[in-house]
């Protein structure tokens, strides 16, 4: 099965910030990435799919990138509703496996 | 607007059977694969098992945690998916939740999720 390795687990940002997270597979899965974003109580929302794309409504401070085994999901300017947890899942083979999960609080 | 809408949750005791419901909406849903992901309380999301779609025979795949014991089968007519549970276990206590799957370049992603339904085993 492949791995995946979110960092970091968790991190404190203020409004305005930029932030980075990074997800890591354990081989290397093309660019077959996607990002979610949950907040409490709520179901999961994807971001960005094939590693760097945004999907139909999502806000343009959130961006992707990465190819093989390392991928990064950045958010350029955090805004209030940004506070969240965030997942990323490889869908390149199965099991599909999700990160374990980056939880952005405010600072 | 895609819709998927979770039922079937509820209470049930170790070695018992559930199934759950979810109601599709808004796309056409015989064309997409449809997914299970669960989530235990305070724990991260797992997925538990995918359906294809008529094109591939509805054939499936499963996580290994739940592999033998989940079937996962849909009905086009009434737009609907399905998740068969039996010999529950307090491990399998969680939220389930359905997406439905869309293609990117030859693989499928879970692109809209449902609100998903809380299952709990417990004696």
């Known amino acids: 099965d492949i791995q995946m390795t979110q960092s970091p687990s968790s991190l404190s940002a203020s409004v305005g910030d930029r932030v980075t997270i990074t997800c890591r597979a354990s081989?290397?899965?093309?660019?077959?990435l996607v990002w979610f974003q949950q907040k409490p109580g709520k179901a999961p929302k994807s971001l960005i799919y094939?590693?760097?794309s945004l999907q139909s409504g999502v806000p343009s401070r959130f961006s992707g990138s990465g190819t093989g085994t390392e991928f990064t999901l950045t958010i350029s300017s955090l805004q209030p509703e940004d506070f969240a947890t965030y997942y990323c899942?490889?869908?390149?083979?199965?099991?599909?496996?999700f990160g374990q999960g980056t939880r952005l609080e405010i600072k | 607007e895609v819709q998927l809408v979770e039922s079937g949750g509820g209470f049930v005791q170790p070695g018992g059977s559930l199934r759950l419901s979810c109601a599709v909406s808004?796309?056409?849903?015989?064309?997409?694969?449809m997914d299970w992901v669960r989530q235990a309380p305070g724990k991260g999301l797992e997925w538990v098992g995918r359906?294809?779609?008529?094109?591939?025979?509805?054939?499936?795949e499963y996580a290994a945690s739940v592999k033998g014991r989940f079937t996962i089968s849909r009905d086009e007519s009434k737009n609907s998916l399905f998740l068969q549970m039996v010999s529950l276990t307090t491990e399998d206590t969680a939220v389930y939740y359905c997406?439905?799957?869309?293609?990117?370049?030859?693989?499928?992603?879970?692109?809209?999720w449902g609100q998903g339904t809380l299952v709990t085993v417990s004696s």
């Open positions: 997406a439905r799957a869309s293609l990117d370049s030859g693989n499928y992603y879970s692109d809209d």
């Open positions: 899942q490889h869908y390149h083979s199965y099991p599909l496996t």
């Open positions: 808004g796309f056409t849903f015989s064309e997409h694969y």
């Open positions: 081989q290397r899965i093309n660019n077959y």
């Open positions: 359906i294809r779609n008529k094109a591939k025979r509805y054939s499936t």
């Open positions: 094939a590693a760097s």
